[in-house]
């Protein structure tokens, strides 16, 4: 029987708030966002829906098409219903600019002291196209799903990131995507039902990104991509879309490969869905002042018809029911159930579907950071106030401390992202090669030297901090001032590996490549002592790559931390921050 796993709202609040505080933090040590963008000349591609005009860019040698409808807009009569197909258009389509982002929160000005803003147009459902410039056809098709917490694109510019570096030197085609997020995302309430099992699903975002796969499957061929090569790749809660392409039956046949980087199999029930946004539409009663407080809204809501409650909440602006989290205004995302197990376009149980083979078999890659958690940390008390005195660096304790915390709950992400589902899906005889991998370059705190203090201890090897060596860029907002003239050519060595390596596996199956000069990458084996997993790795000079075969379980970690010398201290922040079996 498959085995089910909780989440703790405390957990994810604190993880939420620690992502924007991060981006704060790296904000004003004057982190910058580099554009890499060289318009030029048109380049024409045809389509099911009609023409559509790119533009090349130079620098990267690639050609550019951006904002391309996968969908109609998800506007109207369309709000929470399944993605339709877009309509065809008589005129060429200028594709020279990035779609509007889909509604969420955003620090508009890098100012702790001022709250986020809401911005975005629901008419969001676009995606974005890069091509070597040079594409003679059957590349392989990479296709990239932001993370956020499918609340926000986290880091902003995510499904806009310049993927142009990563489809030069991959030689592939790079899909990036704007699909729906928050409550226009995940919407699960029985009032929109409609009898269309994929629409009452609540699950629009999945959706939207089953779309967006269709559409690769009827056009990619025009822009020198092979339609029975895709990958899909995503980071976060885009590795957890990942996992949720991997487990729908909805999406088998639109994609060929899978890479989740530090994603997981989170996913809530329908019921679950309905209990929230329930709390949420009578919160909107008392803002609009139909209802005396929140007990007077919810008498109100249950004497409502289903026909009443459907016209009120289609009549709320999407910005209506953002504000309804309160969170957002500080932190940016927002807590809220998603990827509902409704059975239909999601298995009930997801980990239960790998654990009996009944979901998508693909090779996949599956990887975490080495400290993923130091991206949240300095919001987890007491870290918070250690830092604003400046006492962790100056008391080893306390640094100690840090460390301790971070090893252990980035151990337990690992386990639940990475090694749990590995073996659940090694299980399965038919199942095709699984390759994982644990990105470690800059972990080690104090004792790390390829990232400058205080960024080393605060950072190291945090959550996103692969991203950009994924794609050869340094944009991403979070973690871009740990990149300097001193650590450049063992970061920009370990990059140039991790793009051969995620190239070849997209373009074969297995990103082992011969007479690459990179390491061997042995796939996971379930058997004890056998190879598990790739650490990536580099000094201030080059690559430091090499084989582990170490698994962690639950029990393992649970069993190292009660003989931890400072056990007591750590056990309340793991209590709150792990995924539980029952």
Known sequence: MGKTRWYSVRYYRTILIGISCAALLLSMAGCSIKSLTAPAQGVERHTTEGIVIGEENSTTNTILWKAIPYAQ?????????????????????KATTFCDICPQYIDHDGNRATPQIITGKEDCLYLNIWSPKNATGNLPVFFWIHGGG????????????????????????????????????????????????????????????????????????????????????????????????????????????????????????????????????????????????????????SAMSAKDVAAYIRSQKAQDFLEMYPEGKGIGMITFPQTFGDGKVLPKDLYAALESGNYNKVPVILGTNKEELKLFMIVFPPFASWIKDQSIFKEPDKLEMYDLVAKYLSDGWKEAAVD????????????????????????????????????????????TMEIDFVFGTEINPFVARVFNEKNRAGHVALSNATIGYWSQFARTGNPNKDKSGLPEWSPWSNIKGQPKMILLDADLEKTKIVMSNIELTLGDIEAALKSEPRQKEIQPTWDVSIFKRK
């Open 420 to 463: 749990y589902p590995a073996s659940l899906m090694r299980g399965n005889s038919d199942q095709p090669a699984i390759f994982a991998y644990q990105f470690l370059w800059g972990a080690g705190g104090a004792k790390n030297n390829v990232i400058d203090p205080p960024l080393n201890m605060l950072l190291g090897a945090c959550h």
């Open 150 to 301: 499918n609340s926000i694109q986290g880091p902003m510019l995510l499904s806009q990131l310049d993927s142009g570096i990563l489809a030069n030197k991959g030689n592939m085609i790079v899909v990036t995507l704007n699909y729906r997020l928050g409550p226009m995302g995940f919407f699960n309430h029985p009032t929109l039902k409609t009898g269309d099992d994929a629409g009452d699903s609540g699950n629009f975002a999945i959706l939207d990104l089953i779309a967006a796969l269709k559409w690769v499957q009827a056009n990619i061929n025009n822009f020198g991509g092979n339609p029975g090569n895709v990958t899909i790749a995503g980071e976060s809660a885009g590795g957890r879309n990942v996992f949720s392409l991997i487990c729908s039956p909805l999406a088998r046949g639109l994609f060929h490969r899978a890479i989740s980087e530090s994603g997981d199999l989170r996913r809530s029930t329908p019921a679950q869905g309905a209990e929230h946004m329930d709390g949420i539409i009578a919160k909107l009663l008392v803002k609009d002042g139909k209802a005396a407080d929140r007990k007077a809204a919810k008498a109100m809501l």
């Open 73 to 93: 807009p998800p506007v109207g009569d369309l709000r929470w219903k399944a993605p339709q197909p877009p309509q065809k258009r008589s005129a060429s389509l």
